[in-house]
C-alpha cells in the first residue's frame, strides 16, 4: 500500500509538472499568434459651443523647396541678383575710396613739396635782387664820380635798360652834366624813357637843359 501510494503521489506531481509547462507553453503560442495591440486612441476634439465651428488645427510650415511656385522662385532669383549687384557696387566704391584717398595723399605731398620750393624761389629772388641793386648801387657811384664828359662817352654806349638801371638811381645835379656832353638824340631818349619810368609829363622841361 505504503509503494501504490507513492507512485500515485509521483504521478500526480508529474501531472502538476506537466500540466503546468503544457499551460505556459500555450500561453506563449497564443501571444505569438495575436495581432499587436492598437496605439491609445487620441482625445476627443471639444464639442461645439453655441453653434461655432472648431477651427482647423494649424498646417505645420512648409520647408521643402520644390513646393515653392514658379513665381516666388523667380522672386527669389531676382533678390539674390540684386544681392549680387549691391556687393559688387559697395565693393567697386570701396576700392575708389581708397584710390581717392591715396590721390589726396599724393596732391597734399605735391603742395607741400610746391611750397617748399616756392619759399626757395623767393629767397633766390631776394637775394638776387639785392644782389643786383648792391650792383647797380655801385655803378650809380663810380658814375656819379666821374668827369661829366667821360661819363657821357660811356652812357652814349650802354644799352637803354642798363642806363636807365644806373641813370634812375643818379642823383639829378650828377645825372644832368653827364647829359648834356651826350648826343641830343640820346639824351632825349633818356629823357623820355626817365620820364616813363618816374610817370613825369612829357611835356616838362628837358634834364640837360
Keep these: ?12 506531481f508529474d501531472g502538476v509538472l506537466n500540466g503546468s509547462i503544457s499551460v505556459s507553453e500555450a ?3 497564443q501571444a505569438a499568434a495575436a495581432p499587436p495591440a492598437a496605439p491609445p486612441a487620441a482625445p ?9 465651428a472648431t477651427p ?3 498646417s505645420p510650415a512648409v520647408e521643402d523647396p520644390t513646393l ?15 544681392r549680387e549687384l549691391l556687393d559688387r557696387r559697395e565693393t567697386e566704391i570701396s576700392q575708389r575710396q581708397g584710390l581717392l584717398k591715396a590721390a589726396e595723399s599724393r596732391i597734399d605731398k605735391k603742395v607741400e613739396e610746391l611750397k617748399l620750393f616756392q619759399d626757395t624761389i623767393s629767397k633766390l629772388i631776394k637775394t638776387y635782387n639785392e644782389q643786383q641793386n ?15 664828359k667821360d661819363a657821357a662817352l660811356i ?16 642823383k639829378e645835379n650828377k645825372l644832368a652834366p653827364i647829359m648834356s656832353k651826350m648826343n641830343p638824340a ?16 612829357k611835356s616838362g622841361p628837358s634834364a640837360g637843359g
Excluded at 515653392?68 to 540684386?82: D, F, W
Excluded at 650792383?135 to 656819379?144: D, G, M, P, Q, R
Excluded at 652812357?155 to 643818379?170: G, K, Y
Excluded at 640820346?186 to 609829363?201: Q, Y
Design 1 to 12: 500500500m505504503l509503494t501504490v501510494k507513492v507512485g500515485d503521489i509521483w504521478d500526480g
Design 27 to 29: 500561453k506563449a503560442q
Design 44 to 52: 476627443a476634439a471639444p464639442a461645439k459651443q453655441d453653434g461655432q
Design 56 to 58: 482647423p488645427a494649424p
Design 68 to 82: 515653392l511656385t514658379q513665381t516666388e522662385i523667380e522672386l527669389l532669383q531676382k533678390l539674390a541678383e540684386r
Design 134 to 148: 648792391a650792383k647797380v648801387a655801385s655803378l650809380v657811384k663810380i658814375y656819379e664820380a666821374m668827369k661829366p
Design 155 to 170: 652812357f652814349q654806349e650802354l644799352d637803354m635798360d642798363t642806363l636807365l638801371l644806373v641813370a634812375e638811381r643818379m
Design 186 to 201: 640820346r639824351a632825349t631818349e633818356i629823357t623820355v624813357e626817365l620820364s616813363r619810368l618816374r610817370n613825369l609829363p
